[in-house]
C-alpha cells in the first residue's frame, strides 16, 4: 500500500505517537454531519444535530463535506486511514438550508461542545460575520482552555469575520503542498496561526468512494486536529491531566515556537520539534527527567 503523502509529511508512526492514535481525547467536528459508512462505524463517530441530540448519519451537504473531514481523522479503513483513529469524535451538523454553516447553529454546537468537556473543536469554515452569541461562546471556550481549530479559508482575498475578528482564542490553519508552500487560494494573513498539508488529501465522499482530491483548508485544519489528539493522548500518558491543560494552554506558542524555518508566509508545522515540546513540558510538570 502507498501511504498517502501527508501521512508521509507528519511521518507520526516512526516517534513518540507511534503507539499513540487518539485514545481518551474528544474531538467535536462542526461540519455537515458523516454519512455512514464502513470506515466510519458508529463506534468511533458519534452524529449529532446543532443542537447536540442524536442525528441519523447523514452528510447535508451536497458535495460530502463533512464526510471527507471526518475520515481524515477518523477513518478506520486500512488503505484509506485517519490520523487519529481511536478518539471519539463528535460530528455536529451545523448546516442550514442552503448548504452552509449558520451562525445560530454554529453557537449551539459550540455551546454543546463546551457542555460535553470535548478536548479540541474543528471548524471548517468561514462565516462574514461574528455576532455577540459567537463572541460569547468563544470567549467561554477560550476561559475553558478547549482549543479551537478553524479552516483559513479558501477565497483568496476575500475577508470573514470568522475567522478574522476573532483575535486570540482561534488556531487558524492554512493549507499547503507537497512542496511546503502555500497553496494559491489559501487564505492567510497576521491572524494565521500554522500551515500543514491541504492539498489532494486522501479521505472519503459521502457515497463511500475513495475522495482523492480533497483540496482546501477544510483539509489542513482537520489534520491538524488528529495530530493534537494524539498529542494530547501521549501527553495524557506522560504528565496526566496537569500535562494536558498546560498543553492545551500553551498550543500557540508551542505550534509556533517550533514552526519550520522556511521560507513561508505562514509558520509551517515542525512536526517532530513540536512534539518533543509538548512531551518535554508535560514530563516536566510529572517530575520526570526532561
Known sequence: MQIPWHLRWLDLDDGPLADAHGAG???????????ALPALPESGIRRLSYAGEAADARDSSLDGHGT???????????????????????AFDVYGVDGRP?????????????????????????LPE??????????????????????????????????????????????LDPKDRVLANSRYGEWTTIAVPGLQILTWTSSGRPQRNFTGTSAAAP???AVLARVLTKVRERGGEAGVRAVKARLVDLLVSTAQSRRSPVPILGTAAFVEACIALA??????PV
Open 25 to 35: 481525547v474528544t474531538v467535536a467536528l462542526l461540519d455537515s454531519g458523516a454519512a
Open 68 to 90: 471527507s473531514v471526518a475520515g481524515i481523522v477518523a477513518s478506520r479503513d486500512v488503505n484509506i486511514p485517519g490520523v487519529a483513529i481511536e478518539a471519539e469524535v463528535l
Open 102 to 126: 449558520t451562525d445560530y447553529r454554529v453557537v449551539a454546537a459550540l455551546t454543546k461542545a463546551l457542555e460535553l468537556g470535548v478536548d479540541l473543536i474543528c471548524c471548517t469554515f468561514t
Open 130 to 175: 461574528l455576532d455577540d452569541d459567537l463572541r460569547e461562546v468563544l470567549a467561554a471556550l477560550r476561559a475553558a482552555e478547549v482549543p479551537v481549530i478553524v479552516a483559513a479559508g479558501n477565497r483568496g482575498r476575500q475577508r470573514s469575520a470568522f475567522p478574522e475578528d476573532v483575535g486570540e482564542g482561534l488556531i487558524t490553519v492554512a493549507a
Open 223 to 225: 489534520l491538524l486536529t
Open 283 to 288: 514530563d516536566k510538570l510529572h517530575g520526570a
